[in-house]
């Protein structure tokens, strides 16, 4: 029975994340960066992020969290995000997209908003070593 419900918890839980993209865009003669908040139920989210192209290809992660409802948590983000005057959502892109012109300050404020809504009792959760990732993408790439 408790292995029923830690499963069931298990699907349900996920990874969210924020990264930095490659393209930047210009808003009122302004330089900004652009970002994305996202998340993924892979066991990973670096296979998530592998697949992104063109200007929405990560440059940096800022964040990536395992939570209980990462899809609840990315909507209470995206608002928090919205509403935050000094960050502006780049509808053309998709909902998930920010303009910033500091990546600190966009850090500071998805490092806020992380603290503020995402809840995780899940144990025992663990990430592969990072050259053990590299190593498994440069396999795949062959």
């Not at 929405?56 to 995206?78: G, N, R, S, Y």
């Not at 500071?108 to 990430?127: H, M, N, P, W």
């Not at 053990?132 to 440069?138: K, M, V």
Request: aromatic share 10%.
């Amino acid at each position: 029975m408790l292995s029923r419900l830690l499963n069931k918890k298990k699907a349900k839980s996920g990874w969210l994340y924020a990264f930095k993209c490659y393209g930047d865009c210009v808003i009122q003669g302004q330089k900004h960066s652009i970002f994305k908040v996202g998340y993924s139920r892979r066991s990973h989210p670096s296979n998530r992020l592998m697949e992104f192209m063109g200007p929405a290809k990560p440059v940096e992660l800022l964040h990536m969290h395992l939570t209980d409802d990462p899809k609840k948590a990315e909507k209470q983000i995206l608002t928090g995000l919205r509403q935050n005057p000094n960050i502006h959502q780049i509808k053309d892109i998709g909902r998930e997209y920010f303009a910033c012109p500091s990546m600190q300050y966009f850090d500071e404020c998805v490092s806020d908003l992380f603290a503020r809504y995402i809840k995780t009792d899940l144990v025992g959760v663990s990430q592969p070593r990072r050259s053990a990732r590299i190593a498994a993408y440069r396999r795949k790439r062959k």
